[in-house]
């Protein structure tokens, strides 16, 4: 699976929209890029994936670059209870000789604040 | 809607105690997954299973066991804790097989503690 880079931490103002970036330079063809965040310690939580095109579901958007090197978690309307871990993590689809492994790196910190 | 269930949620033991943290999960998911998490790190991968039956190593496997009778449940055991096995476990089901991009759903942790 290819080794993704996102920055440490980031803050947001509570209402306007957080970006978080994530580098994954090496990823493959068949490689997803999947979202995840983890609200003190309670378990992951997933928030959206992707192949290619950009995706939207109620929690989320996902822009990712057009030579898929690095995209972009948007959460369009931060609130305080979206203060958390946020990881980028990039694995092929599960099945064959690949059983679907998420490899955590350290993930972005972000801090919403009123 | 259950999705993935822990237990217990808490634990404490002593060394050379040996336990079993449960899960089940109510999605008829094909895989399932434990993960541990140390203080201030990521996750990771203890064993896996990708069907009922079916089990396999992760990354840190020394240590605990697994086994998975039914599609439902994977329960991980711990034999002779040590107070490295302190950490979170978390479980983990996603459908697989056939090239299935579906994302793996988490529960909420067993918090253990070995003194």
């Known amino acids: 699976d290819a080794k993704t880079t996102q920055p440490p931490s980031m803050d947001c103002a509570e209402g306007r929209a957080a970006n978080l970036p994530c580098n994954h330079s090496t990823i493959s063809g068949n490689e997803y890029v999947y979202w995840y965040r983890q609200i003190h310690s309670q378990g992951p939580q997933y928030i959206i994936h992707?192949?290619?095109n950009n995706e939207t579901n109620e929690m989320a958007s996902l822009i990712i670059t057009e030579d898929r090197k690095s995209s972009t978690l948007i959460l369009p309307h931060a609130t305080l209870r979206d203060t958390a871990v946020y990881y980028c993590?990039?694995?092929?689809?599960?099945?064959?000789?690949?059983?679907?492994?998420?490899?955590f790196g350290q993930g972005t910190i972000l801090t919403v604040h009123p | 809607n259950a999705g993935v269930t822990q237990t217990p949620k808490f634990r404490i033991l002593k060394i050379g105690q040996s336990m079993t943290l449960q899960c089940t999960q109510d999605?008829?998911?094909?895989?399932m997954y434990w993960y541990r998490q140390d203080p201030g790190m990521g996750l990771k991968l203890i064993y896996y299973s990708v069907g009922a039956g079916i089990t396999d190593k992760g990354e840190v496997p020394n240590g605990y066991n697994v086994s998975r009778s039914t599609t439902e449940d994977f329960p991980l055991r711990l034999e002779l804790a040590a107070p490295s096995q302190t950490s979170v476990y978390f479980c983990?089901?996603?459908?697989?097989?056939?090239?299935?991009?579906?994302?793996?759903?988490f529960g909420d942790g067993t918090r253990l503690s070995i003194l």
């Open positions: 992707g192949l290619k």
């Open positions: 993590i990039v694995r092929v689809a599960a099945g064959g000789t690949s059983y679907g492994k998420l490899t």
């Open positions: 999605m008829n998911h094909n895989y």
């Open positions: 983990a089901s996603g459908l697989g097989g056939g090239g299935s991009n579906q994302p793996q759903h």
